[in-house]
């Protein structure tokens, strides 16, 4: 993939009518009997954002992920975007994305330029709409991660989020005892699924319409 013709191609698409829930339901968990998992909050939403980071290294275009470290929380130990909560002083979910990302893995947000936005995204299991936003970088960043928050931090190739062989499913052990059946992506050796993998799985449906070259 050419970095530029990319990030062109998809400053353009998410103008358009996004596949949105199609492309979630996708990737979505289920429990393992093959029902549909569900979960009512007593509270609005609360809004996140999260951001999809694309650079160049050696010809080819990457993104970070970030593992989250093992604590007594509903996202334990799980692979994700870097991002965050929305705060006031971000006066919108672009800005969350940026900041959380600066501090979470230590890339300047000033040095990265906005391509746009996925469709909003409901975490059902945290009770947050996220706003998946994607940007670039024009150089390789170096990752500094804030040991509170990123236990490590990974960098697959764009490449393999329409490869195939990447997306795979396993039954999994989750909170509560629960046994899940869960699609995911297998990426740079991780397991990368739940709310991740579906909103990663918005951009392989838009990534499809890309003419590789």
């Known amino acids: 993939m050419n970095f530029d013709e990319l990030t062109s191609f998809l400053e353009k698409r998410v103008q358009k009518p996004m596949p949105g829930d199609v492309a979630h339901q996708r990737m979505k968990p289920k429990l393992a009997s093959?029902?549909?998992?569900?979960?009512?909050?007593?509270?609005p939403p609360r809004k996140g954002g999260v951001l999809i980071l694309l650079y160049q290294d050696q010809e080819t275009v990457?993104?970070?992920l970030i593992q989250?470290?093992?604590?007594?929380?509903?996202?334990?130990?799980?692979?994700?975007?870097?991002?965050?909560?929305?705060?006031?002083?971000?006066?919108d979910q672009f800005n969350t994305a940026l900041r959380e990302t600066e501090e979470e893995i230590g890339v300047d947000q000033n040095s990265i330029q906005i391509v746009g936005s996925l469709s909003e995204f409901f975490v059902?299991?945290?009770?947050?709409m996220v706003l998946p936003v994607?940007?670039?970088?024009?150089?390789?960043?170096?990752?500094?991660?804030?040991p509170r928050e990123v236990a490590d931090?990974?960098?697959?190739?764009?490449?393999?989020?329409?490869?195939?062989?990447?997306?795979?499913?396993?039954?999994?052990?989750?909170?509560?005892?629960?046994?899940?059946?869960?699609?995911?992506?297998?990426?740079?050796?991780?397991?990368?699924?739940?709310a991740t993998a579906m909103m990663l799985s918005e951009l392989v449906e838009i990534l499809k319409e890309y003419p590789v070259r």
Not at 35 to 43: G, I, Q, S
Not at 124 to 128: C, H, K, M, P, V
Not at 158 to 186: A, Q, W
Request: glycine share 10%; hydrophobic share 30%.
């Open 153 to 194: 931090i990974v960098t697959p190739p764009v490449s393999h989020l329409i490869d195939p062989d990447r997306l795979k499913e396993k039954e999994m052990n989750v909170r509560n005892g629960f046994k899940m059946h869960c699609p995911y992506y297998d990426l740079a050796g991780r397991t990368v699924w739940g």
């Open 134 to 146: 994607i940007g670039k970088l024009d150089h390789k960043p170096k990752f500094v991660p804030e």
């Open 68 to 91: 989250r470290p093992s604590y007594e929380g509903i996202h334990s130990g799980q692979m994700a975007l870097p991002g965050g909560r929305y705060e006031e002083e971000d006066q």
């Open 124 to 128: 059902a299991a945290s009770n947050y």
């Open 34 to 43: 093959g029902a549909p998992l569900k979960m009512k909050h007593a509270t």
């Open 62 to 64: 990457h993104f970070p």
